[in-house]
């Protein structure tokens, strides 16, 4: 059983900065790909950044620069830093891993973190 659990989120001025942590349990390894995603209110959730062990971690291109994703494996806890946030960034953080057995692949989601980000 996989388990995850957003923290962090919240009412942040335009410019400011948050910090979202994921607590992690269950069977998720090193080896496990995780990823933070964000859905805006109204459209699709979207990937922000993955991380896969061994591999450059991947952003999307609307907060590379801004955004920063790292993991904890110590603490099992994944880690999204927010920068230089704006409006736009407003919506639903979710923690996200995933998981492959026998060949089928199993996505985890956790309950999301609200952030809001006034102008």
């Known amino acids: 059983q996989v388990q995850l659990m957003e923290s962090g989120g919240g009412l942040v001025q335009n410019g400011g900065s948050l910090r979202l942590s994921c607590a992690y349990s269950g069977n998720i390894f090193d080896s496990t790909v995780m990823a933070w995603y964000f859905q805006a209110p109204g459209k699709q959730r979207e990937v922000v950044a993955r991380i896969a062990p061994g591999r450059a971690t991947d952003y999307a291109d609307s907060v590379k620069g801004r955004f920063t994703a790292s993991r904890d494996n110590a603490k099992s806890t994944l880690y999204l830093q927010m920068g230089s946030l704006k409006p736009e960034d407003t919506g639903v953080y979710y923690c996200?891993?995933?998981?492959?057995?026998?060949?089928?692949?199993?996505?985890?989601w956790g309950e999301g973190a609200m952030v809001t980000v006034s102008s």
């Open positions: 996200h891993a995933e998981l492959t057995s026998s060949g089928t692949l199993m996505e985890y």
